[in-house]
Every structure is written in structure tokens, then in C-alpha cells.
């Protein structure tokens, strides 16, 4: 029987070695402005990615065998909020899939926020949205919710801070940054925001929470 030459068994062995090696872990679906929180890649579909010069945001599904379509809903948006973005994250949640268990119970779609910049204004219309949808605004690990984006969390009826994730209300009255506590022509639109979105018991003792923090430097840190 005729050998082999050296160098080509060398290379069937490096072959079968390679065969053997296990494959690597299942790739991690990172949350859009998180630095690691996410979901197993293997358990997510991605529906939509839209893409804007200073935004990015992302409607997937995510495997959930509670629900009876067998998925669940998740909407990631991390950027500007702004009238370029804002309408590409409307028709994504416009287009969200309820997740129904099969006792009947609605399973909350979560919605995930990074942002540091804003109109205002803007951050009010998103609040109203977030509340009529019914989802849950989630900041999570690596998240920064601030301007419009406090605005549009103070809103939402359901919504969740997580580990290090930071909401922080401004009043330093810089564009596109915070309220200018000195005028009433930016404080009136918040309380009556706050008092329709959250009741108006509520809804007042947020505004003069908000009032408390006025001429801090730092803002109202929420989280």
C-alpha cells in the first residue's frame, strides 16, 4: 500500500480537525442603542429595518410560545426624534401583530428607546401614540432617553426602566434639548400633555415633580 506524502497527510488531519470543531454559540440580536441586552439570534425574525440620517429603527418578531400566533412583536428605535423619524416609527407600530395568549390575555409589545436628541413638541405626539398602542416603553442597558424622548417615556401608560438605562427630562432650555422653566409658552404645553396622557391627579403631580427639578442642572433624572 503507497503512503501518503507527509505534507498531504498533514493537511487530511487539519481537515478532519476542522470537521470536528463544534460550531459557535448562537449570534446575539443586541437591542439598537445597547451595548449587549438583546434576544438569542436564533429566536428572532427581522421584519423591517428603516435607516435615516441620524436614526435607525427596527420592527422584528420574536419567538413566544405563549402567544397564539407563536411570536411577539418588538419595535427598536435608536436616533433623532425628529419629522423624518418620526412617521417611520408611527408605521411601525402601526403595523404591529397583538400577541394574544390562549386564556385571552394580551402580551404587551415592548418598545425599545435610545435617544438624546429632539423636537420637543414632537416627543408629545410620540407620548399620545405610545398610549393609544397600548405598548410598553422600555430604556434598557446602554440606553439614553433624553429631550424628547423623556417627553414621549413620561407619556407612555406602560414603560420600564432597565439596569443601567437612563431617562433624563432637561430644562436648561437649549434647542432641541429642554423646557425653559421662565416660559410658560414651554411649560403649559407639558402640563397639559402630562394631564391628558396621565389624568389630571397624576398628571399634575408629574408637572410639579417636573417643576421641583426646574433649576437643577442636571435635569430630571428619572432613572
Not at 126 to 153: D, P, R
Not at 158 to 183: M, P, S, T, W
Not at 208 to 218: D, E, K, M
Request: aromatic share 6%; proline share 5%.
Amino acid at each position: 500500500m503507497m503512503s501518503l506524502p507527509r505534507h498531504l497527510l498533514t493537511l487530511c488531519v487539519l481537515a478532519l480537525t476542522a470537521c470536528a470543531v463544534p460550531p459557535p454559540p448562537d449570534a446575539h440580536h443586541v437591542v439598537l442603542g445597547s451595548g449587549a441586552y438583546g434576544y438569542p439570534a436564533a429566536n428572532v425574525r427581522v421584519l423591517s429595518v428603516m435607516q435615516g440620517a441620524d436614526f435607525e429603527a427596527r420592527h422584528s418578531q420574536l419567538r413566544y410560545p405563549e402567544c397564539t400566533s407563536g411570536s411577539l412583536d418588538v419595535v427598536e428605535f435608536s436616533g433623532v426624534i425628529s419629522a423624518a423619524s418620526l412617521p417611520v416609527l408611527n408605521n411601525m407600530l402601526n403595523g404591529v401583530a397583538p400577541c394574544i395568549r390562549r386564556d385571552g390575555r394580551r402580551v404587551v409589545t415592548p418598545v425599545y428607546l435610545n435617544s438624546a436628541q429632539g423636537e420637543l413638541m414632537l416627543g408629545t405626539q410620540l407620548g399620545k401614540w405610545f398610549q393609544n398602542q397600548g405598548v410598553e416603553v422600555i430604556v434598557t442597558e446602554g440606553q439614553v432617553c433624553e429631550s424628547a424622548c423623556a417627553v414621549a417615556y413620561l407619556g407612555a401608560q406602560r414603560k420600564r426602566i432597565q439596569a443601567n438605562g437612563r431617562v433624563v427630562l432637561h430644562f436648561n432650555g437649549e434647542q432641541g434639548r429642554g423646557f425653559d422653566c421662565a416660559r410658560s409658552v414651554d411649560m403649559m404645553p407639558l402640563r397639559n400633555y402630562l394631564l391628558s396622557t396621565a389624568g389630571k391627579q397624576q398628571g399634575q403631580a408629574l408637572f410639579n415633580q417636573a417643576l421641583a427639578h426646574c433649576r437643577s442642572g442636571q435635569g430630571w433624572d428619572l432613572s
